[in-house]
């Protein structure tokens, strides 16, 4: 089977929305996980975000990139300009794209407000996975 790695900078919002996305939308055809260049813990907002579209991705943990995973992934996805800089070099067969995604981690405000923004980020995450299809 396959393998996608989805990157940002700490594993709490974006990379573990597209690996929840991704275990359910690409199941079958893709091993998927997540990391980050660092592990920051997983963002409560993310996890009610996804729970809203029936996704739950409270079980997930927050981790820092695996060298050996990466080297034999099929497909890297960058989800911010931080994690595309910084991601070590990749092997020649990996596919890599560039998903350039607001952060909502840094979305300001009520929480009601920052929750608009993790919907947005949720939504676009989740047309970008299932085109990967």
Same mark, same amino acid.
């Given at each position: ?21 991704? +275990?359910?939308?690409? +199941? ?10 660092? +592990? ?6 993310? #996890? ?21 995973? &990466?080297?034999?992934?099929?497909? #890297? #996805? ?22 350039? &995604? ?13 929750? #608009? ?17």
């Amino acid at each position: 089977m396959k393998k996608i790695y989805f990157l940002c900078t700490g594993n709490s919002c974006r990379s573990q929305m597209a690996e929840g996305y991704g +275990k359910i939308l690409l +199941k079958g055809k893709y091993e998927v996980r997540s990391a980050g260049i660092e +592990k920051h813990g997983m963002n409560p907002y993310a #996890v009610k975000a996804m729970a809203e579209d029936g996704v739950d991705i409270s079980k997930q943990m927050s981790k820092i990139i695996d060298p050996d995973y &990466l080297k034999s992934a099929d497909l #890297v #996805v960058t989800l911010c300009g931080d994690a595309r800089d910084r991601c070590p070099a990749l092997p020649p067969q990996t596919k890599s794209l560039h998903w350039p &995604l607001i952060d909502p981690a840094q979305a300001q405000g009520t929480p009601e407000q920052k929750m #608009v923004v993790f919907r947005q980020v949720r939504d676009e995450i989740k047309k970008l996975v299932a085109g990967l299809e």
